[in-house]
Nanobody, 111 residues
């Protein structure tokens, strides 16, 4: 199974983006899917998780601004990012509970 992240781009502070993580295989039985991010010169950090049940969990830094959802029919997990801040600038990665990583998509937030 491979994961492909997409949807990154350049956005002004306060704007929104929606990232997608599409799997080459079914995600219906995957226990959970995560999003991580890595800012320039920093370590990769946790963003959030969606469980197979649909329950979600978020890092404090994005709570209330980011929303993770999943569409099993489309084999895709989404990361809706609202009220973006310059400190959200990073490469965003998705990961499955099988520890498969997508290739990352760059999000740049200008002030």
């Amino acid at each position: 199974v491979q994961l492909q992240a997409s949807g990154g781009g350049l956005v002004q502070a306060g704007g929104s983006l929606r990232l997608s993580c599409t799997s080459s295989g079914s995600i219906a039985s995957v226990d959970y899917m995560d999003w991580f991010r890595q800012a320039p010169g920093k370590q990769r950090e946790y963003v959030g998780t969606i469980l197979r049940t649909g329950m979600t969990n978020y890092a404090d830094s994005v709570k209330g601004r980011f929303t993770i959802s999943r569409d099993n029919a489309q084999k895709t997990v989404y990361l809706q990012m609202n009220n973006l801040k310059p400190e959200d600038t990073a490469i965003y990665y998705c990961r499955s509970s099988a520890n498969t990583w997508g290739q990352g998509t760059l999000v740049t937030v200008s002030s």
